[in-house]
């Protein structure tokens, strides 16, 4: 059953108990920031199995407030407990006798917990989030079990979890990017701090080190979308409930761009162009908290209705912090539409390591030549940020060209 919440950079994810047993003492306050890897966070009473400790993952960043824990080296055998972020007590506990690494191991090896189950609560629920079968997949848990750093491991499309010697070295043997000054903001304003959230601090880092690292080129087309908006308004239903929408469109169009131009749908490794053989869309969505990009898995192979759908889903639980990380892991390539708030066109930064990420700007209406005459067309403005490094202005260009071909020509994405 659950025992806290964590909440990641993405979403908050509930962490359920490890093991069977009494939760004997919490060892981080709610709300707490910045916990150090290895931190014990709370202690189960297993009877006559004696206690188990949960451990943030070496593997994982655990950032909460306040208090302070002792940080022993987690232990080979610590259950898969997905922490992220900051922890938020949901049971009470009373005080008890902390375990050794060597006794903690010894206990989750041999939980029933563990024996019973080939997978862990959490990677099962990401597993089956991605459509992903975890029968015959040797886990790094005790006794073979398949943790939440297994799945990820399955899901990554990046080069960066499994980079070879090869890669490591040729990323280590480029110059560290210059320190750039820091300037003081004004302090004798009026003004007031905002805390940053755990997902506005790794959006700040990720997207500062994406503008250093990542040569961008950017182009831009500019599509007539009066057929799309015409097949829009004959097709809804006459309340439009659950009908596309343009969104909707233009994510279908893309991942069919991206399929006709695969050289576009790639990431930069360091040494290759890793280039995918499935479209997965990651898509912007704006939350309370900041921006998350949910990804459409095999985007190219699903139709308009399944594509929406997916939206809907993923952007609810997006903007409600139920995302899992199945549900916004990997991605290669992303959109990020900004029409709705009325902007004609943006110049996105990239989501490494990806090659591409696509701006959608607002339809509007403005004068057109059309047989030989002026007359008054809807128009929508779609701009590319490429990564140089992996792909070249023409590729880009071929990107472009085949998306505005589709939003010229619907019957294609709705068919």
């Given at each position: 059953e659950p025992i806290a919440e964590v909440e990641t950079d993405k979403t908050t994810v509930e962490l359920e108990a490890p093991a069977g047993g009494v939760l004997a003492e919490i060892r981080i306050p709610a709300g707490a920031q910045t916990i150090a890897v290895g931190t014990v966070l709370a202690l189960v009473r297993g009877g006559a199995t004696g206690e188990t400790g949960t451990r943030a993952r070496p593997a994982e960043t655990v950032s909460g407030s306040g208090a302070g824990a002792s940080t022993p080296a987690p232990a080979s055998g610590a259950v898969d407990n997905?922490?992220?972020?900051p922890v938020r007590e949901?049971?009470?506990?009373?005080?008890?006798?902390?375990?050794?690494?060597?006794?903690?191991?010894?206990?989750?090896?041999t939980s029933p917990a563990t024996t019973d189950a080939p997978a862990s609560p959490l990677a099962r629920r990401m597993a089956e989030l991605?459509?992903?079968?975890?029968?015959?997949?040797?886990?790094?848990?005790a006794g073979g079990r398949v943790m939440k750093v297994d799945v990820e491991r399955l899901l990554r499309p990046s080069a960066e979890g499994d980079a070879g010697p090869a890669q490591a070295s040729a990323r280590a043997s480029e110059p560290p990017a210059p320190a750039l000054p820091t300037v003081a903001?004004?302090?004798?304003?009026?003004?007031?701090?905002?805390p940053l959230t755990a997902m506005r601090r790794v959006t700040a880092q990720r997207m500062a080190e994406a503008k250093r690292s990542a040569p961008h080129f950017y182009l831009e087309a500019e599509c007539a979308v009066d057929a799309?908006?015409?097949l829009r308004e004959t097709t809804s239903p006459a309340d439009g409930a659950g009908a596309p929408t343009l969104n909707d469109v233009v994510v279908r169009a893309a991942a069919l761009a991206l399929r006709e131009v695969p050289l576009a749908n790639s990431a930069w490794t360091g040494d290759a162009l890793r280039v995918y053989d499935r479209v997965d869309l990651a898509v912007a969505v704006t939350t309370p908290g900041g921006l998350v990009t949910?990804?459409?898995?095999?985007?190219?192979?699903?139709?308009?209705?399944?594509?929406?759908?997916?939206?809907?889903r993923l952007a609810a639980?997006?903007?409600?912090?139920r995302l899992q990380p199945a549900d916004y892991q990997g991605g290669t390539c992303t959109i990020s539409n900004l029409g709705m708030y009325g902007v004609s066109s943006l110049y996105a930064i990239l989501n490494p390591p990806q090659s591409c990420i696509l701006g959608v700007g607002a339809v509007t209406e403005r004068?057109?030549?059309?047989?030989?005459?002026?007359?008054?067309?809807?128009?929508?403005?779609?701009?590319?940020?490429a990564d140089h490094r992996a792909i070249d202005g023409a590729t880009g260009a071929e990107l472009l060209r085949a998306l505005k071909a589709l939003l010229e020509d619907p019957q294609q994405v709705y068919g």
């Open positions: 997905g922490l992220t972020a949901t049971a009470p506990g009373a005080a008890a006798t902390a375990v050794s690494p060597g006794e903690a191991e010894q206990t989750v090896g991605a459509g992903l079968d975890l029968s015959g997949v040797a886990g790094s848990g903001p004004v302090s004798d304003l009026p003004h007031s701090d905002r799309l908006l015409a949910p990804v459409i898995r095999a985007a190219d192979t699903k139709p308009l209705a399944a594509i929406a759908a997916d939206l809907r639980d997006a903007r409600a912090g004068p057109v030549i059309r047989d030989g005459a002026v007359a008054v067309g809807s128009t929508m403005t779609v701009t590319l940020s």
